[in-house]
């Protein structure tokens, strides 16, 4: 995982997987990157290849912690079996998803 601070939006990118084994490490990395000017978390899901309950759960925690700053997580190319899920979740009812 890498993030880039782009003023007030942090990218996370370079994100294998977000499963039971890689979420608490996710949410805990980003967490502990969000400097006080950050207002947006980009997540860029292309490079990942499964998510599961607990990767869902990660997204959503951050997502919390935005919330309390009055700011937003946007879920960046997300592949279209994940996309998906998402959809049929309806989470993307919680998250701005941008598409390619």
Request: aromatic share 4%.
């Amino acid at each position: 995982m890498r993030t880039e601070k782009l003023g007030a939006t942090l990218l996370v990118t370079d994100i294998p997987t977000l499963t039971s084994d890689t979420s608490r490490a996710f949410k805990e990395y980003v967490n502990g990157s969000l400097g006080p000017e950050h207002k947006v978390v980009d997540v860029d899901l292309s490079t990942v290849r499964s998510v599961d309950s607990n990767g869902l759960g990660a997204l959503i925690s951050v997502h919390k912690t935005l919330c309390t700053r009055g700011g937003r997580v946007r879920l960046l190319h997300p592949p279209p079996l994940i996309d998906e899920m998402f959809q049929i979740l309806q989470l993307d009812k919680i998250f701005d998803i941008i598409h390619r």
